[in-house]
């Protein structure tokens, strides 16, 4: 493994997340009344769905919370500076790899899939037509797909986030961990910089035994990927100046994909 590339970062701390960015281009549908949101719900607004967990474990060193706190995060950046209304924030999809750890939910496949057809179906009676969810997950894309799928024969464009595809360039040439997707640098980096007091680094530990097949289980004897704590990768060697930098090319990644979906023409 090549070493990481040493980066210089900010001195500043990061904005706090904030449900209305100053001078924000981006609309909260929730702040709207039904008649304000007929005004901006047209053929050509771009509706913005933020998918985070609200309870999925993240290990001993992060909140169950965390992916709702990186999906809002990343939805006010969004906001400020682009020109889309956002839906609600959706706390709950599919997240079978995790059931073996507290606290964690998740939904089946199917009701994943169909919660988002029902959503995009709802508004796109008002007009829109082109949807993106802000997805922080990666078993959620299953559903995803399966829901875009649908949606394209009914003439509603439907994107969503590959958090690790966007990650992964700039991710490559900072980590250190030798393997991982969850709760480990990358991900520990990234909350370091959004919301540093969710954080416990005392806790953080190097967790990783990698298998072809299965979601994380806390029982050494079953199928899947080894992991008492529910980390899978080393979060010991996160920073915040990673998570910096990692963040802001995570964000570029997702206002380039909206800009791709606004560009979009039908039939």
């Not at 950046?77 to 599919?94: D, G, I, K, L, Q």
Request: with cysteine; net charge negative.
């Amino acid at each position: 493994m090549s070493e990481p590339l040493e980066v210089v970062c900010g001195t500043g701390g990061p904005a706090a997340p904030d449900a209305h960015p100053p001078h924000a281009k981006g609309i909260l549908l929730e702040e709207l009344t039904w008649q304000e949101a007929e005004q901006v719900l047209g053929p050509d607004t771009i509706i913005v769905i933020p998918i985070g967990a609200g309870a999925k474990e993240h290990g001993p060193h992060l909140k169950l919370k965390n992916d709702r706190l990186l999906a809002e995060y990343l939805t006010g950046e969004v906001m400020r500076s682009a020109a889309v209304v956002v839906a609600p924030t959706v706390n709950y999809h599919y997240y079978p790899a995790f059931v073996e750890y507290p606290g964690s939910i998740t939904l089946r496949l199917e009701t994943a899939r169909d919660l988002m057809v029902d959503i995009c179906r709802s508004l796109a009676r008002y007009g829109p037509r082109k949807f993106y969810a802000l997805n922080t997950g990666v078993s959620t894309m299953r559903p995803l797909d399966l829901a875009a799928k649908i949606l394209v024969e009914e003439d509603i464009r439907f994107r969503y986030t590959d958090m690790l595809r966007l990650a992964e360039p700039v991710g490559m040439t900072l980590k250190g961990e030798e393997g991982g997707t969850h709760a480990g640098e990358i991900e520990t980096s990234m909350m370091l910089f959004i919301a540093p007091s969710t954080v416990d680094m005392r806790k953080a530990v190097k967790d990783y035994h990698p298998s072809p097949k299965g979601g994380l289980t806390r029982d050494p004897r079953k199928n899947g990927v080894y992991s008492a704590s529910g980390i899978y990768g080393d979060a010991t060697l996160a920073t915040r100046c990673k998570g910096e930098v990692i963040v802001r090319a995570v964000v570029d990644g997702i206002l380039k994909e909206i800009d791709e979906l606004r560009s979009v023409s039908y039939g």
